[in-house]
């Protein structure tokens, strides 16, 4: 028989279990204010990206706070909600309808992950709410016509362009193979690089998928091993791909690995340090471009207000996210308070966005996508001290190092 | 030795044992009768320390231990034979034994006393490394009555030891239970489905009848009543 | 029998000992408190943060080995404070639909607070051994992944033999296989449960730090270990030792051969499927004793 206490115990324990997960999702939670103009900005909060998430977050307080301090838009302050998808279609979906029809916010922006934001875009274009999406790279988020939705990166076409001039001209693997997450991200890779082999005559062994946020690689690393391709590609976030490294180091297997780029974070290299020698991707790294003062400008304003870190791709793009978001906000003029008059005002700025910002000209092409952000190939080489670093190696023009064929492990001097 | 006075047990709403009061003297051997569901098993448990007592007093050798952990009264003497034996299934016979003496900190008496109880059953020590689970009821029983008894007790209280035995194994049982009682002078609390014999062995018998003591007598009177014939005896 | 198929069993072997390790401490909560822990790969979590420290403060391999012994120590003991302060108070009055849930608010409560303490970046364990790799003829690995594996067998035999052996062992597997009888023995059962949720927890901690070696630590690394922990309780035998290492075995051999062999994108779902298999056929698990026994 329960007592009174008893109920009255079961319930503050389930209390405090419901508020241990409330106090989860406000890690992500901000503070609010009177009328503030209201931001809403989807990611992978908690889950195996939240560290990235967070990069991109940072980047975007950056923005946020350069806005704020400039006492807001239209004397009003800005203010971020943010929604956690932790990466999960449905979670994401949820999120977004959160911040669109109950935080009433007046754009979406953040994302990552693209299967989230293939179904978190539709919503929104439904809700007739802008959506401007950060980081994800599938075609299909901006290929289906919906005019309220736009992205601030490239796509993986785009991503995937400067690798494929570089196979074709430099490496000519005759012999490849696919290992890549089970996601619209690692699918969407994989055809795109699968018909770029098909153009350079490589043949395709293997196609090899994996859940995300599987830890253990040593049966597909077996296997790939026995196949001996001379290119993997390898479409994976950090934490798997840096695992990838790790574990191919373990049973000994060396190939050109190539991934898409994201996977190149400081905590990439934290967690893999020599180990990750010679992988290549794409980046846009915005260190990596100190040449353009725009960059160099973010970079600086980042680290005084990160004292000690250094602005990686997620930083950058989200920077670059919100400063588009803010500028399409303030050039369609102070809200009037019809939520739906509002978002088309901003959707229709949106469309004639140009500016100069971290990861370059930021120019929408018709259905949304931006065209101009362009990046370039990097390597992981070491330096003296056996710390890795990407270095761009093409096009001939940008490169800052020449590309250097993986040696066997027994051969290479940083352990 | 054991006097129980006025004890109440319940489980949830439902009272099992209503204000029941029996006693045992050192060297007895008292028999404790009742119908199924009468509430002989949750008297034995509330003694072992298993189920709480609401209400009365459980005094051994003058000290009140009604409601303290089990292992408290097990190191004072007080030591049960559960119903169904109990014996640990996926531990060895050796292994059981050894947790009858887990309390025990005299190696050499427990080695002694391991000896004494192989005498006793020898089929036990025939099968000292075989898994208890394996067994027949008849040996099961057998390694339920010898733990008990390395747990060196002062009081054993046998919790209807002949269920569902064939009549030749329960014989053996019979036996053993009063050469320990005889030998061995250990004072024994008795559950028992077989009237007839747990009458004439036993120097007092207690009935107890839907949570409450009905009738109280040496075994001999008991067995020549009347209404115990009926109820008990099937005359 | 090709090399292939060699390294695989051998890759399924040494992941799957990591598995046993953190089942063994979860079945045997479960055998003896009835108690379905959700928290138990936390408790790997807990311990492999345990090493991020050690080996910046040691690091080599003496700094591995010491942080296999601090794990063991500090999870085990964290295993003893909760049972103490959230388990046992709440064990006798609550069903065990209540206690998942409860387990599940420890399980919550710990990821919050590693995020909050640690971060959310993942770490890796630098290979103390440099990197060493072992070319046993027909498959080939790492000397840490040996290590991991010896490590696995290690505390399991050292586990043996302590329930085999000591008192205490005994005692705890009587209670598990009858707790009323344990009582009548004398046996101190909060005394039990507190060794056993300990000794589980310490299993899990030191099973945290051969997983945080072999693949990588952050805050929620600790789902996957537990998913796969339950899933080998299932296939060994709820309760069951000897079945849960058997199971955690049989399911990393499992999953690397029905990876390389049927499909790499099933490689997950093959051991879950293997698991139904013996269900279907033998319901109390593969070492499991008939029900009511
Ligand atoms: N764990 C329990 N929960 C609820 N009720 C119980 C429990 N154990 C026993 N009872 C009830 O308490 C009463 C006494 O049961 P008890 O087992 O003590 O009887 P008994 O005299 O030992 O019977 P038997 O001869 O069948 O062993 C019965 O009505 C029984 O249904
Ligand atoms: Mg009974």
């Known amino acids: 028989m329960p007592s009174k206490e008893e109920k009255f115990m079961k319930k503050s324990v389930i209390l405090l279990t419901a508020l241990f997960l409330l106090v989860g999702l406000a890690v992500a939670g901000p503070a609010s204010a009177a009328d503030p103009i209201k931001i809403g900005i989807l990611g992978p909060f908690t889950g195996s990206l939240a560290f990235n998430a967070g990069e991109m977050k940072k980047g975007m307080e950056l923005a946020l706070d350069e806005v704020n301090a400039k006492g807001g838009l239209f004397g009003q302050k800005v203010e971020i909600v943010y929604g956690d998808s932790e990466c999960k279609p449905d979670k994401g979906l949820a999120a977004v309808k959160k911040l669109v029809t109950r935080d009433k916010v007046l754009v979406v922006g953040g994302g990552y992950c693209s299967s989230v934001n293939i179904a978190a875009s539709e919503f929104c274009h439904y809700e007739q709410t802008p959506d401007v999406v950060a980081i994800a790279i599938s075609p299909t988020i901006t290929n289906r016509g919906y005019n309220y939705v736009f992205r601030t990166s490239p796509n993986s076409p785009m991503f995937l362009m400067g690798i494929n001039k570089w196979l074709a001209d430099v490496k000519k693997p005759k012999v490849v193979a696919f290992f890549m997450e089970n996601s619209d991200y690692g699918r969407d890779g994989q055809k795109i690089w699968e018909a770029a082999s098909k153009k350079i005559g490589a043949k395709v062994v293997a196609n090899l998928y994996f859940e995300i946020g599987d830890t253990d690689f040593t049966t597909q690393i077996s296997k790939l091993k026995e196949l001996k391709p001379d290119v993997v590609f390898n479409i994976a976030s950090t934490t798997e791909a840096a695992l990838i490294q790790k574990q191919a180091k373990e049973l000994d297997f060396v190939t050109q690995w190539i991934g898409v780029g994201g996977q190149f974070t400081q905590a990439y290299f934290k967690m893999t340090g020599p180990i990750s020698q010679y992988a290549m991707g794409s980046s846009l790294e915005p260190t990596k471009a100190m040449k353009d003062p725009v960059t160099a400008a973010f970079v600086k304003a980042y680290q005084a207000k990160y004292p000690g870190s250094r602005p990686g791709i997620f930083s950058s793009q989200g920077f670059d996210n919100l400063k588009v978001i803010l500028n399409a906000v303030e050039r369609a003029g102070k809200p009037g308070g019809n939520l739906s008059k509002d978002r088309t005002k901003i959707k229709d700025a949106l469309m004639s966005t140009d500016m100069k910002l971290s990861q370059g000209t930021i120019k929408f092409g018709k259905d949304g996508q931006v065209y101009t952000v362009l990046p370039s190939v990097v390597q992981v080489q070491l330096d003296k001290d056996c710390k890795p670093d990407t270095q761009i190696i093409y096009p001939m023009e940008r490169a800052a190092a020449k590309y250097e064929t993986p040696k066997p492990w027994s051969e290479r001097k940083c352990k | ?235 | 029998m090709d090399s292939l198929f060699l390294q695989q069993v051998l890759n399924g072997l040494i992941t799957g000992s990591v598995y046993s390790l953190i089942a063994i401490g979860l079945t045997m909560i479960f055998g003896v408190m009835k108690i379905s822990n959700f928290a138990q790969g936390d408790y790997s979590m807990v311990g492999a943060y345990t090493a991020v420290f050690v080996m910046a403060w040691v690091g080599g391999w003496l700094g591995w080995i010491g942080s296999v012994v601090a794990a063991a120590a500090v999870v085990g003991l964290l295993g003893v404070v909760t049972e103490r302060l959230v388990f046992r108070p709440l064990m006798t009055r609550w069903t065990d639909i209540d206690m998942i849930m409860v387990s599940i608010g420890l399980f919550i409560l710990l990821d919050n607070l590693a995020q909050l303490f640690f971060g959310a970046t993942p770490r890796m364990i630098g290979d103390p051994f440099g990197g060493t790799t072992v070319n046993l003829g027909v498959a080939s690995t790492s000397l840490l992944r040996l290590f991991c594996f010896f490590f696995a067998g290690v505390t399991i035999f050292c586990l043996e033999l302590f329930l085999n052996r000591s008192r205490m062992g005994v005692a705890i597997r009587a209670t598990s296989q009858n707790r009323f009888a344990a009582q009548l023995m004398g046996i101190d059962i909060n005394q039990v449960y507190r060794i056993t949720f300990g000794v589980g927890a310490l299993l899990a901690g030191v099973g945290g730090v051969l997983y945080g070696t072999l693949f990588a630590i952050y805050p929620t690394m600790g789902a996957l270990p537990t998913l796969k922990a339950f899933a080998v309780t299932i296939l060994g035998g709820m309760g069951n030792i000897r079945g849960a290492i058997w199971g955690g075995l049989i399911l990393g051999v499992a999953e690397a051969l029905g990876g390389n062999y049927i499909a790499m994108e099933y490689k997950q779902a093959i051991g879950f499927f293997i698991i139904i298999l013996v269900l279907l056929v033998k319901p109390s698990g593969l070492f499991g004793r008939k029900e009511g026994a």
């Open chain 2, 1 to 235: 030795m054991l006097n129980i006075e006025n004890l109440k047990v319940a489980y949830g709403k439902a009272v099992a044992l209503h204000d029941v009061s029996m006693r045992v003297e050192e060297g007895e051997l008292v028999t404790l009768l009742g119908s199924n569901g009468a509430g002989k098993s949750t008297l034995l448990k509330t003694i072992s320390g298993i189920n709480r007592a609401l209400d009365g007093r459980i005094v051994w050798n003058g000290k009140e231990i009604q409601n303290q952990p089990s292992h408290l009264i097990v190191n004072q003497g007080i030591i049960q034979v559960p119903e169904g034996r109990a014996v640990f299934p996926d531990l060895t016979v050796a292994e059981n034994l050894r947790m009858g003496a887990f309390t025990r900190r005299d190696e050499d008496g427990v080695a002694r006393d391991l000896k004494e109880v192989f005498d006793l059953f020898p089929r036990l020590k025939e099968r000292r490394a075989q898994l208890a689970g394996t067994m027949s009821g008849g040996e099961a029983q057998m390694l339920a009555i010898a733990r008990g008894l390395l747990s060196n007790p002062k009081l054993l209280m046998l919790d209807e030891p002949s269920l569902g035995l064939a009549p030749v194994v329960r014989e053996a049982i019979y036996r053993v239970i009063q050469q320990i009682y005889q030998e061995k002078g250990i004072t024994i609390l008795l559950v028992e489905q077989n009237a007839r014999w747990a009458l004439k062995v036993a120097t007092r018998a207690y009935i107890l009848e839907n949570g409450r003591v009905t009738m109280e007598d040496t075994g001999a009177a008991l067995a020549a009543n009347p209404d115990v014939q009926r109820a008990y005896l099937g005359h």
